[in-house]
Protein backbone atom coordinates (compact mmCIF):
# COMPACT_ATOMS: atom_id res chain seq x y z
CA UNK A 1 0.00 0.00 0.00
CA UNK A 2 1.54 3.16 -1.27
CA UNK A 3 2.32 5.86 1.37
CA UNK A 4 0.49 9.03 1.92
CA UNK A 5 2.18 11.95 0.09
CA UNK A 6 2.58 15.30 1.93
CA UNK A 7 3.67 18.55 0.91
CA UNK A 8 4.97 20.61 3.87
CA UNK A 9 4.87 24.75 3.59
CA UNK A 10 6.58 26.65 6.01
CA UNK A 11 8.99 29.51 6.10
CA UNK A 12 10.64 29.11 9.61
CA UNK A 13 13.59 26.83 9.06
CA UNK A 14 14.53 25.31 12.19
CA UNK A 15 10.57 24.72 12.69
CA UNK A 16 10.42 23.27 9.22
CA UNK A 17 13.27 20.53 9.63
CA UNK A 18 11.45 19.55 12.70
CA UNK A 19 8.42 19.14 11.43
CA UNK A 20 9.94 17.57 8.27
CA UNK A 21 11.56 14.93 10.45
CA UNK A 22 8.46 14.59 12.08
CA UNK A 23 6.44 13.65 8.64
CA UNK A 24 8.80 11.65 7.27
CA UNK A 25 8.04 8.73 9.82
CA UNK A 26 4.94 8.38 8.78
CA UNK A 27 4.05 9.73 4.86
CA UNK A 28 6.15 10.29 1.95
CA UNK A 29 6.71 13.93 2.16
CA UNK A 30 6.77 15.20 -1.70
CA UNK A 31 8.67 18.57 -0.77
CA UNK A 32 9.36 21.50 1.63
CA UNK A 33 8.52 24.90 0.61
CA UNK A 34 8.89 28.21 2.42
CA UNK A 35 5.52 30.56 1.17
CA UNK A 36 2.57 30.19 -0.47
CA UNK A 37 3.75 30.55 -4.31
CA UNK A 38 6.17 27.67 -4.18
CA UNK A 39 3.13 25.94 -2.51
CA UNK A 40 0.55 26.12 -5.59
CA UNK A 41 3.39 25.36 -7.79
CA UNK A 42 4.74 22.15 -5.79
CA UNK A 43 1.00 20.66 -5.69
CA UNK A 44 0.49 21.00 -9.31
CA UNK A 45 3.52 19.31 -9.68
CA UNK A 46 3.37 16.49 -6.70
CA UNK A 47 -0.54 16.46 -6.46
CA UNK A 48 0.15 15.74 -3.23
CA UNK A 49 -2.59 13.81 -0.79
CA UNK A 50 -2.35 16.66 1.92
CA UNK A 51 -0.99 19.46 2.19
CA UNK A 52 0.42 20.88 5.94
CA UNK A 53 1.01 24.61 5.68
CA UNK A 54 1.83 27.33 8.04
CA UNK A 55 -0.47 30.08 8.28
CA UNK A 56 2.15 32.85 7.75
CA UNK A 57 4.16 33.16 5.07
CA UNK A 58 6.10 35.57 2.49
CA UNK A 59 4.76 36.43 -0.72
CA UNK A 60 1.01 34.52 0.00
CA UNK A 61 -0.35 33.29 3.42
CA UNK A 62 -1.55 29.87 3.77
CA UNK A 63 -4.68 30.73 3.81
CA UNK A 64 -4.66 32.63 0.41
CA UNK A 65 -2.28 30.04 -0.75
CA UNK A 66 -5.04 27.05 -0.15
CA UNK A 67 -7.99 29.17 -1.76
CA UNK A 68 -6.42 29.09 -4.75
CA UNK A 69 -5.17 25.59 -4.18
CA UNK A 70 -9.01 24.23 -4.33
CA UNK A 71 -9.36 25.88 -7.57
CA UNK A 72 -7.76 23.30 -9.18
CA UNK A 73 -7.31 20.32 -6.54
CA UNK A 74 -10.50 20.64 -4.47
CA UNK A 75 -10.38 17.61 -3.35
CA UNK A 76 -6.81 17.63 -1.44
CA UNK A 77 -6.70 17.79 2.37
CA UNK A 78 -5.20 20.47 4.53
CA UNK A 79 -3.59 20.96 7.62
CA UNK A 80 -2.94 24.61 9.09
CA UNK A 81 -0.18 25.41 11.13
CA UNK A 82 0.09 28.91 13.21
CA UNK A 83 1.61 30.14 16.34
CA UNK A 84 -2.03 31.82 17.27
CA UNK A 85 -4.31 31.36 19.32
CA UNK A 86 -7.04 33.68 18.52
CA UNK A 87 -10.38 31.83 17.16
CA UNK A 88 -10.42 34.11 14.05
CA UNK A 89 -7.48 32.57 12.77
CA UNK A 90 -9.77 28.79 12.61
CA UNK A 91 -12.49 30.53 11.53
CA UNK A 92 -10.45 31.73 8.64
CA UNK A 93 -8.74 28.13 8.07
CA UNK A 94 -12.48 26.30 8.20
CA UNK A 95 -13.78 29.03 5.84
CA UNK A 96 -10.85 28.41 3.31
CA UNK A 97 -11.67 23.90 3.68
CA UNK A 98 -8.53 23.40 6.27
CA UNK A 99 -9.76 19.86 8.05
CA UNK A 100 -6.57 20.75 10.58
CA UNK A 101 -5.75 23.50 12.93
CA UNK A 102 -2.39 22.89 14.67
CA UNK A 103 -0.61 25.22 16.92
CA UNK A 104 2.91 24.64 16.52
CA UNK A 105 3.99 24.10 20.05
CA UNK A 106 2.35 21.36 20.13
CA UNK A 107 2.80 20.02 16.39
CA UNK A 108 5.24 17.05 17.86
CA UNK A 109 2.25 15.70 19.78
CA UNK A 110 -0.84 16.56 17.22
CA UNK A 111 0.53 16.76 13.73
CA UNK A 112 0.24 13.10 12.90
CA UNK A 113 -3.44 12.42 14.39
CA UNK A 114 -4.10 15.95 12.55
CA UNK A 115 -2.92 14.20 9.31
CA UNK A 116 -4.48 11.37 9.64
CA UNK A 117 -7.91 12.90 10.59
CA UNK A 118 -7.71 14.69 7.65
CA UNK A 119 -7.14 11.83 5.43
CA UNK A 120 -9.52 10.35 6.92
CA UNK A 121 -12.42 13.51 5.93
CA UNK A 122 -12.34 14.60 9.99
CA UNK A 123 -11.72 17.67 11.38
CA UNK A 124 -9.15 18.08 14.22
CA UNK A 125 -8.75 21.16 15.98
CA UNK A 126 -5.58 21.69 18.93
CA UNK A 127 -7.88 21.01 21.95
CA UNK A 128 -6.68 24.34 23.51
CA UNK A 129 -8.61 25.75 20.77
CA UNK A 130 -11.70 23.83 21.51
CA UNK A 131 -13.38 25.97 24.48
CA UNK A 132 -12.32 29.43 23.03
CA UNK A 133 -14.70 28.45 19.97
CA UNK A 134 -17.56 27.13 22.35
CA UNK A 135 -17.44 30.16 24.09
CA UNK A 136 -17.60 31.83 20.81
CA UNK A 137 -20.41 29.78 19.73
CA UNK A 138 -22.56 30.62 23.19
CA UNK A 139 -22.86 34.40 22.13
CA UNK A 140 -19.50 36.16 20.54
CA UNK A 141 -19.71 37.54 17.13
CA UNK A 142 -16.78 36.39 14.87
CA UNK A 143 -14.22 39.06 14.87
CA UNK A 144 -14.70 41.21 11.95
CA UNK A 145 -11.13 40.35 9.94
CA UNK A 146 -13.20 37.19 9.12
CA UNK A 147 -15.53 39.42 6.99
CA UNK A 148 -12.77 41.00 5.30
CA UNK A 149 -13.05 40.25 1.50
CA UNK A 150 -10.52 39.75 -0.97
CA UNK A 151 -10.22 42.64 -2.73
CA UNK A 152 -10.27 44.28 0.86
CA UNK A 153 -6.92 42.06 1.56
CA UNK A 154 -5.43 42.81 -1.60
CA UNK A 155 -5.80 46.56 -0.53
CA UNK A 156 -4.84 45.96 3.01
CA UNK A 157 -1.51 44.53 1.60
CA UNK A 158 -0.87 47.60 -0.82
CA UNK A 159 -1.34 50.12 2.63
CA UNK A 160 0.67 47.50 4.82
CA UNK A 161 3.59 48.23 1.66
CA UNK A 162 2.92 51.45 1.83
CA UNK A 163 1.84 52.69 -1.31
CA UNK A 164 -0.24 55.44 -1.54
CA UNK A 165 -4.14 55.74 -2.44
CA UNK A 166 -3.11 56.52 -6.49
CA UNK A 167 -0.41 53.81 -6.69
CA UNK A 168 -2.88 51.61 -5.46
CA UNK A 169 -5.41 52.58 -7.47
CA UNK A 170 -3.33 52.23 -10.33
CA UNK A 171 -2.08 48.56 -9.27
CA UNK A 172 -5.56 47.43 -9.07
CA UNK A 173 -7.34 49.48 -11.88
CA UNK A 174 -9.89 51.02 -9.44
CA UNK A 175 -10.32 54.72 -8.90
CA UNK A 176 -9.18 56.68 -6.30
CA UNK A 177 -12.69 57.10 -4.64
CA UNK A 178 -12.75 53.28 -4.23
CA UNK A 179 -9.64 52.93 -2.62
CA UNK A 180 -10.65 55.51 0.00
CA UNK A 181 -13.87 54.25 -0.01
CA UNK A 182 -12.46 50.52 1.28
CA UNK A 183 -9.56 52.19 3.54
CA UNK A 184 -12.39 53.70 5.51
CA UNK A 185 -14.27 50.86 5.75
CA UNK A 186 -11.56 48.32 6.72
CA UNK A 187 -10.61 50.86 9.49
CA UNK A 188 -14.84 51.22 10.70
CA UNK A 189 -14.78 47.19 10.35
CA UNK A 190 -11.23 46.77 12.15
CA UNK A 191 -11.34 49.17 14.78
CA UNK A 192 -8.84 51.35 13.87
CA UNK A 193 -8.61 55.02 14.00
CA UNK A 194 -5.34 55.16 11.89
CA UNK A 195 -3.09 53.18 8.96
CA UNK A 196 -0.21 52.35 11.51
CA UNK A 197 -3.29 50.52 13.89
CA UNK A 198 -4.96 49.33 10.55
CA UNK A 199 -1.78 47.57 9.54
CA UNK A 200 -1.16 46.65 13.32
CA UNK A 201 -4.79 44.43 13.22
CA UNK A 202 -4.44 43.05 9.82
CA UNK A 203 -0.98 42.00 10.88
CA UNK A 204 -2.47 40.52 14.22
CA UNK A 205 -4.93 38.77 12.39
CA UNK A 206 -3.18 37.53 9.12
CA UNK A 207 -4.82 39.72 7.02
CA UNK A 208 -1.26 40.51 5.54
CA UNK A 209 2.43 39.39 4.88
CA UNK A 210 5.36 40.65 6.20
CA UNK A 211 4.11 44.59 5.32
CA UNK A 212 7.57 46.25 4.31
CA UNK A 213 9.38 48.55 6.62
CA UNK A 214 7.08 47.79 9.89
Same mark, same amino acid.
Given at each position: ??????????????????????? $?????? *??? *? $??????????????????? &???????????? !?????? #??? %??? =?? *???????????????? !? !???????? #?????????? =???? =???????? &?????? =?????????? %?? %?????? %????????????? #?? &? #???? !???????????????????????? &?????????????????????
Amino acid at each position: MSRVRVLLADDHRIVAEGLRRLL $EHEFEL *VDL *V $EDGAALLAAAQRHEPDVVV &TDIGMPVMNGID !AVIELR #KTR %PNV =AV *VFLTMHRDPAYLERAR !A !AGGLGYVL #KHSAAAELVT =AVNE =AIAGREYV &TPALID =AMEERSDGES %PH %PSTQVT %PRQREILQLIADG #KL &T #KQIA !AELAISDRTVEFHRLKLRQMLGAR &TTAELIRVALRYGLVDRPSDF
